[in-house]
């Protein structure tokens, strides 16, 4: 839920909270029109999750957390050339 998002670093989180729920929050303050659709959004994760470059949701080549960075239409993977681009 967006009003638990804070400025704030991960360290500085309650560490009981799983790290995809903060993500989640993250995501839920995106713009609707820079937000992947769903279709999209799976079709990027899917691609990442057959990666060798994946480790514990994050991308190695770029250290975003994948299902943050694939949930932008703006942003592309980092590989060369890339697994999925920007929309
Ligand atoms: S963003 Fe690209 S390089 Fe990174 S894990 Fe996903 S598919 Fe692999």
Do not use: F, H
């Amino acid at each position: 839920m967006a009003e638990r998002v804070c400025r704030c670093l991960l360290r500085e989180q309650d560490s009981t909270r799983p790290l995809y729920e903060i993500i989640q929050d993250y995501l839920d303050t995106l713009p609707e029109n820079q937000r992947a659709d769903d279709q999209l959004y799976q079709a990027r994760l899917n691609l990442c999750r057959d990666c060798t470059e994946l480790r514990n949701g994050t991308c190695v080549l770029c250290g975003c957390y994948v299902e943050a960075r694939a949930a932008k239409r703006s942003m592309s993977c980092p590989m060369v050339p890339p697994r999925w681009e920007k929309e």
